[in-house]
């Protein structure tokens, strides 16, 4: 017990101070974990609301715009974040023992802590809209409680390969803007064939954001409602995308521990 107590206090400390470092030094701070994505929002929103017509398709276009926006901003931080916490926690990894699984881990609750900013920015927008919170709403607990799982086993796939391929990193700041256009966050999944419906549900990124859309959107129109159950033409459909997340974070844990032992020399 000591031991649990002695790993969740240094993992409180250094996700606070991972969050700390990320604003400190600028001149607005904690606003810039806002500001961030409501000026991607607004660049995209002119672009595709306004200029490519997107807006017109729905009223809530601009709410799904900014819940795609705010999902993914979290994916792209943490995972991009995580993929160098090893290395550049180097005096850590070779000075102190404790469960390296800390270190990412703490980065991801990082970038959760600024997500959980940003859902707040959500709440001012569904309450702009005037749309009556429902029972059902509390299904968003456990479809960001798998996101989450789903991003830290990406998270440690990364800072493993980082440790020894540094190219990594290159490989995926193009793979993080290519999830971007590939996942519904800007335009409709209804825009897809039903073959594109099927592929883009594969991705656990896709089933969360659509089925958050679902659940909150309630009144919007049925193609905008389209979740994994429709795309697989059953209601077990759905466990693929949760057993991909599932399946994400056992290999990333066991490809940390393999390669942990080996940290402190590769770093």
Known sequence: MSRLRRNLRILHVLAAMDFKLKYSGSALGYVWSVIKPLSLFTMLYIVFAKLFKLGEISAYYPLALLTGIVLYTFFADATTLAMSSIV????????????????????????????????????????????PPRLNWILIVPLLLQFYVFTLGVSLILATLF??????????????????????????????????????????????????????????????????????????????PIGITLAIFALGLVLFKRQEPWFAERV
């Open 88 to 131: 550049s926690r180097e005096t850590l990894v070779r000075k102190m023992s404790f469960p390296r699984l800390i270190i990412p881990t703490s980065t991801t609750l990082a970038a959760a802590i600024t997500f959980c900013v940003n859902i707040v920015v959500v709440g001012v927008f569904v309450a702009w809209n005037q749309i």
């Open 163 to 240: 440790v020894r391929f540094r190219d990594i990193g290159q490989i995926w700041e193009l793979a993080t803007q290519l999830i971007l256009y590939a996942t519904p966050v800007i335009y409709p999944i209804g825009f897809l064939p039903p073959w594109g419906r099927t592929i883009a549900f594969l991705s656990p990124i896709t089933q969360v954001l659509q089925d958050i859309r679902a659940i909150v959107l309630y009144p919007d129109l049925a193609s905008n409602r389209i979740t994994a159950t429709d795309a697989f033409g059953s209601s077990a459909g759905r466990l693929i």
